[in-house]
Structure formats: structure tokens, C-alpha cells
């Protein structure tokens, strides 16, 4: 395939914060004396704030509106940065500012803004991004393939020519779904998320370059 542009995942796949995730909700959850349960931590992997709200309304004891929710869960992720710092994974800085000269890039995340503007905050990555899509600004979130459609559209690119780098199973159908070529990152995959059914798979971002020149070589061959 002929590579036109490059949509990014954050939690998982930029920042080793998957489980920063599962925990700010829980601290959050805790201020109501309410617990997160086991199945409930497996399912924030690679869900949206959207979705991890209706999923948890849907097991009780939560009646929070949308926006009490992030409110709280945000005030949870900002004590846990200042507490812990945030673990970048490997190569995310130097991948993400290199493919930005060379590629319009888009940050698809299921976090909301005003987490994700804290994680690209720490990371300062922010100006490297043409398009930034949070959890409520597409009309559903991963698994459905609304968030990719949307960034690949704002980017004025066929979804066909992006390729998209997640880390989750959700993330993965997500990309695939829209028509997207799917990169898995192993690094930020703590979980155990099922990625077989990516396109490729790598170890870490520092893979990304070679793999594609690989796929500009063999679109022009």
C-alpha cells in the first residue's frame, strides 16, 4: 500500500498508561464507595470513556452524568501523573516528531481530551498532530471504526492509505474495520491484549520507519 497517513493510538501505544487508566478510574470510583471489579479493569483496555461509562452504569452503582464522570476520572489521572510521572514507550518521541515531517498524522484516542492533552502535554508531542479525535467527539467509539473514519476524512486521505498503530483488541477491529492497513505494538501490550489480528506486528515503535519503507517499496514495485 501507498502510506498517505498515520493515525496514532495514545494509552498503550504512545504512553505505558493503560493501567493509569484502569486506576484513575478506580480512585475516581472510590470518592462514590464504589469498587472497580476485575472484569470491569479488563474491559477500559482500549474502550472509550463513553463506553467504560455505560459499562459501569450497566453494572449499578454508578449515576454519574458523562461529564461528572470525566470530571472525576480527570482529577484522578492528574493526581496519579504527579504522583507516578508518565512512562513514555520506546520511540514514541522520536517516531511520532520524525513521521511528522513526513506524514499528516492523527491521534485516535478513547481518552478525553482533557486527558489526552495532558498525556501529549508530557509528551510534548501536541504540534506534530493535523487531527486529534477523543472519546465524544465520534459518534461511537473503538470497536466501532466511527473515530478512524472521521480522522482519515479531516485528514483528506482515503482510509485505505493510512495505516493505524494500536496496541488493543478493540483499537485493532477498530482500524480494520474502517479499512485502515493495522500496526500492533508489543511494548505498551501489558495486558495481553489479543493483536493477531493486526496487518503487522511489532516490538516497539522504533520499528515503524523500516517497516514503512518496506510498504513504499513494494507499493512501487
Not at 489480528?197 to 514503512?212: R, S, V
Request: hydrophobic share 45%; aromatic share 4%.
Amino acid at each position: 500500500m501507498a502510506v498517505q497517513a498515520v493515525c496514532f493510538d495514545l494509552d498503550g501505544t504512545l504512553v505505558d498508561s493503560e493501567g493509569d487508566c484502569a486506576d484513575g478510574i478506580e480512585r475516581a470510583l472510590a470518592h462514590i464507595g464504589r469498587d472497580l471489579r476485575p472484569s470491569e479493569r479488563d474491559f477500559v483496555v482500549g474502550h472509550g470513556a463513553g463506553e467504560i461509562l455505560a459499562m459501569l452504569r450497566r453494572n449499578g452503582g454508578v449515576a454519574w452524568s458523562e461529564r461528572e464522570f470525566e470530571d472525576a476520572v480527570f482529577s484522578a489521572r492528574k493526581a496519579l501523573l504527579s504522583e507516578r510521572g508518565v512512562t513514555i514507550l520506546p520511540g514514541a518521541r522520536e517516531i511520532v516528531r520524525d513521521l511528522a515531517g513526513r506524514f499528516p498524522l492523527a491521534l485516535v484516542t478513547g481518552s478525553t481530551r482533557s486527558e489526552a492533552e495532558l498525556m501529549l502535554q508530557a509528551l510534548e508531542l501536541a504540534p506534530c498532530f493535523a487531527v486529534t479525535l477523543c472519546a465524544g467527539e465520534y459518534p461511537r467509539g473503538k470497536p466501532a471504526p466511527d473515530a478512524y473514519l472521521q480522522a482519515a476524512d479531516a485528514l483528506r486521505v482515503a482510509p485505505t492509505q493510512c495505516i493505524a498503530i494500536e496496541d488493543s483488541t478493540p483499537g485493532i477491529a477498530a482500524a480494520r474495520t474502517a479499512g485502515m492497513s493495522v500496526v500492533a505494538v508489543r511494548a505498551g501490550n501489558r495486558y495481553g491484549q489479543d493483536q493477531s489480528a493486526a496487518h503487522h506486528l511489532l516490538d516497539t515503535l522504533l520499528e515503524l520507519p523500516a517497516l514503512l519503507a518496506e510498504l513504499s517499496r513494494a507499493a512501487v514495485s
